[in-house]
């Protein structure tokens, strides 16, 4: 009862407040309610985004006093998004979408938006040695049921970044299924006259490189979900048609190797039960005995489990593979590429 | 003993690197290329392991008024980034990455990069201790949304004693921070409430949770502090935040001859030198007024300041702020109005 007389001493404040007075602006008022608690919700952040439509405004933003009431003054005429950010909550029967609230010239706006506890996911996102990886973006997707594509794409939920030991938690998460998805930060590992093809690496929960194959994950409310063990895939981009297997994208070339005849080195990936394995992941390591071990020429073995990676320098290689989404790698082999391309090498992946 | 070994590995291997050196500025050098090259390998100071995904800038270390600065790269799997198309001259690699430190060095290294030539850098990061625990109000609750930050005391060559912000985390939905990559040494954990740049005016709180140093201290001088080794974390740095009542300050904001200074920019702050906190920065209205909400009782600092931009004939502008002379309040047990303060004087 309190808050709504307060409610209204701020609504009159508001109506004289001398932005007001301006013919096309107007104000928005309101308090955040935790749905279950009835509480007010303090410290939240209140921001008025513009839809896609025309000139976008800047956003505006506010936060919640400790009564959990907020208010916007001197806002342009139109339709906004309301989106509120509070760790541990999400936007009551928005239906996945932000709620909009329309300023009207010279007129404030009172709304009540509901909030309520969502669930969380916690885990740890690897790499292929098991270490952790951290700085990368986590979001959660939500999955939609097929057959009900028409309700359009749902915006994706909640963000983490990943700490010092891999770990990340999202929450606020409404009840529902999600699919994790993971982008490193996109920064280019060379700049000018050594400028490589860009890697764009992303993962999706377990470890795999498309929707179409990730584990979606189950949320309920007030509770933690797990993921752990998340591995973290490089994923090349081609810079040219065809060149997708031939890129070194991981390392500029060794200024050492930078001339001299090119070469290619092909074959066919095996898993453990001796079947085809695309989508495995081949390395060739240079290891001429004058350098350190260089860094390695990777690529993805194709859908029929061939691999092949061009532009190789003569030298001589290690070469293994191993599965994108589990820890099993293949038995090393050594290869020197001189005067020819190598073909038919045959790298079984073993348990 | 794991680390002296660490270092004996890393040794021979930068043996490795220099020679590779010496072989890129030889090839480089018949090659036509007029610009050089920076090629750097960052490793972890323990393990002698390449560290992935550090990111990588170069900053020009000549004494310059406004030091140039290269876009971020990142290293790769090998720990490797490459600067190409470089103008020769001193450069500094800053080097950064999640749970790691410089090292012994302390510091960014400074490389002399010759025209034409290749030249390669080896950074050791160290991996740093880390402190963790939980935030909690009054009630027992978790508190999210905080900002928590490690300052560690240093003594300045005068003998004083200032505090250097380590590293700064939110509290997640559970009240729980994790800040991690701290050299070892004593620190002191403080919780604040965030001030992100919200473009309206908060409404004012009757109270609202104040700066709490662990264990719940109002100040530094009554925390406790935190101990935190090499690599290892430091746990249950768990403590409950203190809230105080929030009152009001008014005031106005003059020029020289007591006209209003519309628009200056007002500045509430406390703390010394060192550890100056800032409680409000918004700006005065037409009339030279302002007002400024959720001030908790302490000792502050009001200025206001006023940029000025000038354009010259060719286009070009410069700006310069002119700072105001701080006054003093005290808020105790009520709002505090009548606040005159003196803008900067152009």
């Known amino acids: 009862m309190a808050r709504w007389v307060r409610l209204a001493i701020i609504l009159v404040l508001a109506a004289q407040h001398p932005a007001l007075a301006q013919s096309s602006t107007g104000g928005f008022v309101g308090v955040v309610v935790d749905i279950m608690t009835g509480e007010p919700v303090a410290g939240a952040l209140v921001s008025l985004i513009a839809r896609p439509a025309g000139v976008p405004p800047p956003p505006r933003s506010a936060q919640t006093n400790t009564e959990g009431l907020f208010v916007f003054v001197g806002v342009p005429e139109g339709r906004w998004r309301v989106q509120v950010q509070k760790s541990g909550f999400f936007v009551v029967g928005a239906n996945g979408q932000a709620p909009e609230v329309e300023i009207r010239a010279a007129s404030v706006v009172e709304g009540v938006i509901q ?83 860009v890697v764009v690496v992303q993962s999706y929960y377990p470890g795999v490189a ?8 189950v949320v309920t409310r007030g509770v933690t979900t ?46 453990p039960d001796g079947r085809l394995a695309p989508g495995a992941r081949v390395e060739l390591v240079p290891v001429d005995r004058q350098t350190v071990p260089g860094a390695p020429l990777v690529t993805t073995a194709r859908p029929d489990g061939t691999f092949l990676i061009g532009n190789v320098p003569a030298g001589t290689y290690l070469v293994d593979a191993m599965l994108a989404s589990r820890l099993e790698a293949s038995r090393v082999h050594r290869v020197v590429v001189e005067n020819a391309d190598v073909t038919g090498l045959t790298i079984a992946i073993v348990r | 003993m794991v680390r002296l070994l660490a270092l004996v590995l890393i040794l ?135 900002w928590v930050t490690a300052l560690q005391p240093v003594q300045r060559p005068d003998g004083t004693i200032m505090s250097m912000e380590r590293a700064t985390e939110r509290t997640n939905d559970l009240g729980e921070f994790r800040l991690a990559g701290l050299p070892p040494g004593d620190y002191y954990v403080v919780a604040r409430l965030r001030v992100p740049p919200f473009t309206e005016t908060p409404l004012p709180s009757k109270t609202m949770f104040v700066e709490t140093y662990y264990p719940g201290a109002a100040g530094i001088t009554a925390a406790s502090p935190v101990v935190v080794t090499l690599g290892a974390t430091t746990q249950s740095i768990d403590f409950q935040m203190r809230s105080a009542a929030a009152y009001h300050v008014l005031g106005v ?35 030279g007024t302002f007002r400024i909400v959720n001030v908790p009782e302490g000792t502050y600092r009001v200025q206001a300041d006023v940029l000025v931009v000038t354009r010259s004939g060719t286009g070009s502008s410069t700006s310069a702020w002119f700072h105001g002379a701080p006054v003093e309040i005290f808020v105790q047990g009520g709002d505090v109005t009548g606040v005159r303060v003196t803008a900067g004087q152009p």
Request: with cysteine; hydrophobic share 40%; net charge positive.
């Open chain 1, 226 to 271: 797990s993921a752990p063990d998340w591995r973290m895939l490089a994923i090349i981009r081609p810079s040219r048609a065809g060149d997708a297997v031939a890129a070194s994208p991981q390392r500029a070339p060794a200024p050492q190797r930078a001339t001299g005849p090119r070469r290619r080195v092909s074959g066919v990936v095996l898993d």
């Open chain 2, 12 to 146: 021979p291997l930068a043996g490795c690197l220099e020679r590779h050196v010496r072989r890129d500025a030889s090839t480089a050098a018949t090659q036509t290329s007029s610009s050089a090259r920076v090629t750097g390998r960052v490793l972890d100071a323990g393990t002698g392991e390449p560290i992935a995904g550090v990111r990588a800038s170069l900053a020009s270390a000549a004494r310059v008024s406004l030091p140039r600065l290269l876009p971020e790269i990142q290293t790769d799997a090998d720990g490797v980034f490459t600067f190409g198309d470089l103008p020769p001259g001193s450069w500094r690699v800053h080097v950064q990455k999640r749970g790691y430190y410089y090292g012994t060095a302390g510091q960014p290294p400074v490389i002399e990069v010759v025209e034409g030539a290749a030249t390669t850098v080896t950074i050791l990061l160290e991996r740093g201790g880390a402190v963790t625990g939980r935030v909690l109000d009054s009630r027992g609750l978790p508190v999210g949304d905080l």
């Open chain 1, 210 to 217: 498309d929707q179409a194959r990730a584990a979606p994950l």
């Open chain 2, 253 to 287: 904001a003059v020029d020289a001859r007591g006209r209003p200074a519309a628009g200056a920019r007002i500045l509430l702050s406390h703390g010394r030198a060192g550890t100056i906190t800032t409680i409000f920065d918004g700006t005065a209205e037409a009339n």
């Open chain 1, 115 to 197: 909030v309520d506890r969502g669930g969380a996911i916690a885990g740890r996102m690897v790499d292929a040695k098991g270490s952790p990886v951290s700085e990368v973006f986590v979001t959660a997707v939500p999955r939609i049921p097929s057959g009900d594509r028409a309700a359009g794409p749902l915006p994706s939920t909640g963000n983490a970044q990943t700490n010092d030991l891999g770990e990340f938690r999202l929450s606020g998460l409404p009840p529902g299924e999600y699919y994790l998805v993971g982008r490193p930060r996109p920064l280019p590992t060379a700049t000018g006259a050594v400028a490589i093809p």
